[in-house]
């Protein structure tokens, strides 16, 4: 993949290393799921979507349909529910993972913002179609924050592929 100049080369990521954290941001939202709080951000949907752009052959559709069943199953949600909101990330991610890592990661939060209110507009829908009633507007905060994490979650999810800077005459990568 063409890199912006001035950006560091990434190490490959090791797989058990996204099914590490996959699994660390999965037992994240249940630990946040038992307040039901609706404005608290969804961690889980932040780690497939930063999957789903830097590795979308291993974290697919498939993978982000199953943790939202897994979460729905967690949570006594309506079966499908993050399923579906899941999965529309991971195709979102997967239609920008291109474009999207070509920008800084303050305007990368920004182009994510759409996609989270789309996942949490379709919990939403989800809910009301089954007819449980609106839960009030705080349940806004919940794609704000998942954007503001979107920087602090990149860093340290990266973190790891990260080169050391070492200066070598023969080699000018």
């Excluded at 996959?22 to 307040?35: K, Q």
């Excluded at 039901?36 to 830097?54: K, S």
């Excluded at 991971?90 to 305007?107: C, D, N, V």
């Excluded at 009633?133 to 705080?138: E, I």
Aim: glycine share 6%; hydrophobic share 60%; proline share 6%.
């Amino acid at each position: 993949m063409i890199k912006v100049r001035g950006q560091a080369l990434l190490l490959p990521v090791s797989p058990w290393f996204i099914v590490w954290s996959l699994v660390f941001a999965l037992l994240l939202s249940m630990w946040l799921g038992l307040s039901h709080q609706l404005w608290l951000p969804d961690v889980l949907a932040i780690f497939v979507f930063f999957w789903g752009i830097h590795q979308p052959r291993r974290v697919g559709m498939g993978i982000a349909f199953f943790l939202g069943l897994w979460v729905d199953v967690q949570q006594s949600a309506l079966l499908g529910q993050h399923a579906l909101a899941y999965t529309f990330l991971s195709y979102g991610a997967f239609t920008i993972h291109r474009r999207l890592l070509w920008f800084a990661l303050p305007q990368q939060a920004l182009q994510v913002l759409p996609f989270f209110v789309l996942a949490n507009v379709t919990q939403w829908l989800t809910r009301l179609i089954a007819g449980e009633a609106f839960a009030g507007w705080l349940i806004l905060f919940a794609p704000l924050c998942e954007a503001l994490l979107w920087p602090l979650v990149s860093t340290l999810l990266l973190a790891p592929q990260r080169r050391a800077h070492e200066t070598d005459v023969h080699r000018p990568i």
